[in-house]
C-alpha cells in the first residue's frame, strides 16, 4: 500500500523522470522488517525545486510519516504500518548505467531497456571509503589506544551495564576495521553483514559476543576484542606502509589493560 501510494504521487509529478526500487524488494530478498530503498531521477532543471523546496509534495503519497533525516537523503518511518522508507533524488545527467538488482516503478522517459540497469553515481550519495595513508590509520590507532586504555574503568569500579556498553563501542571499532582493510564504506550493506565479510572476519567477530553479563565474561571478550583490533591494525599498517601504526606502542597499552584486569 506504502508503494503504490508513493507511485500514484510521483507519477503526477512532471519533474520525476524515473522511479525506481533497489534493495532487498527489488532482489527478491525482502522479509516483513525490510525497508523500502526508493530513489527518483529528476529533471536537471527542476531538482532544487523540487527536491528541496517542494519535498512535502514529493513525500504526500507516503501517507502519515515521521521525519528521520530530511536532507539531500531523506529516511521516514511510515505510519501507521511502520515501514522505513529511505529515498533520495539523482538528476537525469547524474546516472550511470550498470547491471544491479532493481524493479523499475516507472520510466516517463523511456530511459532503461531490458538490458540495462541505471543505478545513480555512488560517489555523490556514500562516504568515501577512508583514504589509506599513514596519517589517517596513526590518527585511528591513537583515537582506539584511547579506548583502550579507558576500558578497564568500568570493570575495576564494578559497573557491570558500563562494562558492558564498553564492549559494544570496542566491537563497533572492530567492525569498522573489518570493513576499511576490505576496502568498504562502513555500515554499508550491514544487513547483508555474513555476505560482506569473509568466513575468517566473521569467525573473529563471533568471538567477541560474551557468554553472559557476568565481569568474568565481559572481561575476557573484552580483551579478545582489543586483541583482534590490534592484528587488524597491525594487517592494516603493513597494507599502508611504514608510519601508520606503532604495534609497539599499541601493545604495550593492551598489556597493561590486561595486567589491571587480570
Not at 523540487?50 to 511510515?78: D, N
Not at 576499511?180 to 560482506?196: D, P, T
Request: charge should be negative.
Amino acid at each position: 500500500a506504502v508503494l503504490d501510494r508513493f507511485i500514484e504521487t510521483v507519477r503526477n509529478i512532471p519533474a520525476v523522470s524515473l522511479a525506481w526500487l533497489e534493495g532487498s524488494f527489488a532482489s527478491g530478498t525482502a522479509h516483513p522488517a525490510s525497508d523500502l530503498d526508493l530513489w527518483i531521477a529528476l529533471e536537471d532543471a527542476e531538482y532544487d525545486r523540487v527536491w528541496y523546496r517542494e519535498l512535502q509534495a514529493l513525500l504526500a503519497g507516503l501517507g502519515e510519516y515521521v521525519p528521520v533525516i530530511m536532507e539531500k537523503f531523506v529516511r521516514v518511518i511510515v505510519m501507521p504500518e511502520g515501514v522505513v522508507v529511505e529515498l533520495e533524488a539523482v538528476t537525469k545527467t547524474n546516472l550511470i548505467a550498470r547491471p544491479v538488482p532493481l524493479r523499475v516503478l516507472f520510466d516517463r522517459s523511456g530511459y532503461l531497456c531490458s538490458e540495462l540497469a541505471v543505478f545513480p553515481d555512488e560517489s555523490n550519495s556514500w562516504p568515501h571509503v577512508p583514504e589509506s595513508t599513514p596519517d589517517n590509520l596513526r590518527q585511528r590507532a591513537r583515537e582506539l589506544m584511547v579506548l583502550l586504555v579507558e576500558a578497564p574503568g568500568p570493570l575495576l569500579a564494578g559497573d557491570i551495564p558500563a562494562a558492558g556498553f564498553c564492549l559494544d563501542l570496542a566491537r563497533i571499532e572492530l567492525v569498522r576495521l573489518l570493513y576499511w582493510q576490505r576496502g568498504l564504506r562502513y555500515a554499508k550493506r550491514y544487513k547483508r553483514l555474513s555476505s560482506v565479510l569473509d568466513e575468517g572476519c566473521l569467525r573473529d567477530l563471533n568471538s567477541t559476543y560474551p557468554a553472559s553479563l557476568s565481569a568474568e565474561d565481559i572481561k575476557g571478550v573484552l580483551l579478545k576484542t582489543f586483541q583482534l583490533i590490534g592484528e587488524y591494525l597491525t594487517s592494516l599498517g603493513s597494507k599502508i606502509g611504514n608510519g601508520g601504526f606503532s604495534a609497539r606502542e599499541y601493545w604495550l597499552l593492551y598489556r597493561q589493560t590486561r595486567d589491571l584486569l587480570e
